[in-house]
């Protein structure tokens, strides 16, 4: 997936006049919608007079993004890259009926391709299939044909350097109750359960056994497999 450059400058926050102030809220309510217009409504934020829209209230357009819609950060790219694309897309498509309806079909020319290829992918695409035929599985299909006429020195270009995995700590939780005392609640949890005998005196040993310092680790495994 080609990665797109997200703009995380500090600037002075601004007031937007009132044309600005309405386009921007005709955009957003875009982008709360479910459909592909989302995406390009996302990228046409991003890009507006250089970012004027959400400079007016944040530092970068990853904090606007995060606070204004929840979106995740690492979700970020992929949608503005199907947004991009998309925008791209409405002018070079002469028919309507012949742009993409969802990201699933974008997916494998963002994936897949080098960016400077995928509006001719699409084309081809368009070209070859019907508008009902162009499923996303069906799109990847003749995207692997295109790749095979891509040079491999072309796509190893193209493929973005993956992000470094950031190693997490992760704490137990200190716990709140003994292990008698979940047991317990165990107990009476279930005192209403038709194998209620089974289960208690099942509980009734593993209490017994965890008392019994004379019994080791090993002997109890063993003994609950039996």
Request: proline fraction near 6%; hydrophobic fraction near 40%.
């Amino acid at each position: 997936m080609n990665t797109n450059t997200l703009t995380n400058t500090s600037t002075t926050l601004s007031t937007l006049d009132a044309e600005d102030a309405e386009l921007l809220k005709q955009l957003e309510a875009r982008v709360a919608t479910s459909s592909l217009d989302c995406f390009t409504a996302l990228a046409e934020i991003e890009k507006y007079k250089g970012g004027l829209l959400w400079k007016a209230t944040h530092g970068s357009f990853e904090d606007y993004v995060r606070e204004r819609f929840l979106y995740k950060p690492q979700h970020l790219g992929r949608l503005l890259g199907a947004g991009n694309l998309t925008l791209q897309l409405k002018s070079a498509i002469e028919k309507p009926e012949d742009l993409p309806v969802n990201e699933a079909q974008l997916r494998p020319l963002l994936n897949k391709l080098p960016e400077d290829r995928q509006v001719e992918a699409w084309k081809k695409v368009v070209a070859e299939l019907k508008p009902d035929e162009r499923t996303g599985a069906k799109v990847m299909a003749k995207v692997q044909e295109i790749r095979k006429a891509i040079p491999k020195e072309e796509l190893a270009a193209s493929k973005p350097a993956r992000a470094p995995k950031v190693s997490r700590v992760i704490k137990a939780p200190t716990p709140l109750e003994t292990p008698e005392e979940l047991i317990q609640k165990l107990l009476t949890a279930t005192a209403s359960h038709r194998q209620v005998f089974n289960i208690h005196s099942l509980l009734q040993e593993i209490i017994r056994l965890m008392s019994d310092d004379s019994i080791p680790v090993t002997q109890v495994s063993s003994m609950d497999k039996d």
